[in-house]
Nanobody, 123 residues
């Protein structure tokens, strides 16, 4: 089992940057695929970025490709989401999620969740 705690959200102007962090508990972090999801008011939760547990392969939703970068530090049990060139439509609650030895691109594999962190991008 793993517990996840996100940090780094906040208010930023359009075009700005934020870096989200997700700290995980447990000794087998390296075996978890990690993902960042977001949910805006009135919209479904979507997977925006994910990273494999086995070879650090990554996935990005089309809406964030080229602007967001996911990375992980297994020694520190932490996953990051660097968000650049932020747009008002990126405003959402961002959730960190984990899937034990799961396929990182499949949202249904994620069964451990953080509490979420608010990201607000003003125009």
């Amino acid at each position: 089992q793993v517990q996840l705690v996100e940090s780094g959200g906040g208010l930023v102007q359009a075009g700005g940057s934020l870096r989200l962090s997700c700290a995980a508990s447990g000794r087998t972090f390296s075996r978890y695929a990690m993902g960042w999801f977001r949910q805006a008011p009135g919209k479904e939760r979507e997977l925006v970025a994910a990273i494999s547990w086995s070879d650090d392969s990554t996935y990005y939703a089309d809406s964030v490709k080229g602007r967001f970068t996911i990375s992980r530090d297994d020694a520190e049990n932490t996953v990051f989401l660097q968000m650049n060139s932020l747009k008002p439509e990126d405003t959402a609650v961002y959730y960190c999620a984990a899937a034990y030895m799961g396929f990182y691109r499949e949202p249904r594999n994620y069964n451990y969740w953080g509490q979420g962190t608010q990201v607000t991008v003003s125009s």
